[in-house]
């Protein structure tokens, strides 16, 4: 089975700066999915951004960006200009072709952050 | 009206109460799933659907059962309630085109007491 890891259970930034979020998986497939997944004090699951591992140029989403790394199974998530709304926890996430593509979740990273 | 609904939003039971957590869908995927979500342990896989026959278990599925009614509702049930099962549920549905979206409802959270 495929594991996601998230190694930062709290991270903290200040308003218009930048902060990285880590995220490394585990999986034997070649063909997969990686999502990072905002969810807000609202506690609905918003989809911040998507990779597709067949493509090599990391994706990015206005001040979203990720660091995609195959060979190192890493996928880290970065937020530039930081802002007040972007407080959340944040879930890394992998889709294989187990379990019905399923999602496969990360234990999340709480992101404060201050004025 | 939300593409994904799930209803009861919060919901307090007994514990040994059998209760249903109902899931409705307008976006006309046929892959469904319910997760469970504790603090600091992510969302966990308690069982997925790709139609109504076909329904399989998540890594959590003891203590749970589902059923697909239709294509769009798919129900969560907890036979006999207890206090570990207290947590915030979601259904999402998923697209299997290229796009590959997942739309998530806004949650039940369960508490049993």
């Known amino acids: 089975a495929q594991t996601v890891t998230q190694s930062q259970p709290e991270m903290s930034v200040q308003e218009a700066e930048t902060v990285t979020l880590s995220c490394t998986y585990d999986?034997?497939?070649?063909?997969?999915?990686l999502f990072w997944y905002k969810q807000p004090p609202s506690r609905q699951m918003i989809l911040v951004i998507r990779q597709e591992a067949y493509k090599q140029q990391n994706a990015t989403e206005n001040r979203f960006s990720v660091n995609f790394q195959k060979a190192a199974k890493s996928f880290s998530l970065k937020i530039s200009d930081s802002q007040l709304g972007d407080a959340a926890m944040y879930f890394c996430?992998?889709?294989?072709?187990?379990?019905?593509?399923?999602?496969?979740f990360g234990k999340g990273t709480s992101l404060l952050v201050t004025p | 009206d939300a593409d994904v609904t799930q209803t009861p939003r919060n919901r307090i039971t007994k514990t040994g109460k059998r209760i249903m957590l109902e899931c409705s869908q307008t976006k006309g995927h046929d892959r469904m799933y319910w997760y469970r979500q504790d603090p600091g342990l992510g969302l966990q896989l308690i069982y997925y659907s790709f139609d109504v026959k076909d329904i399989n278990k998540g890594e959590i599925s003891d203590g749970y059962s589902v059923s697909r009614q239709a294509q769009a509702k798919f129900s969560l049930s907890l036979e006999s309630a207890i206090p570990n099962q207290t947590a915030l549920y979601f259904c999402?549905?998923?697209?299997?085109?290229?796009?590959?979206?997942?739309?998530f409802g806004s949650g039940t959270r369960l508490t049993v007491v």
């Open positions: 999986t034997s497939e070649s063909d997969y999915y």
């Open positions: 999402a549905t998923s697209d299997p085109g290229p796009n590959e979206g997942y739309t």
């Open positions: 996430a992998y889709r294989g072709t187990n379990s019905g593509y399923a999602l496969n």
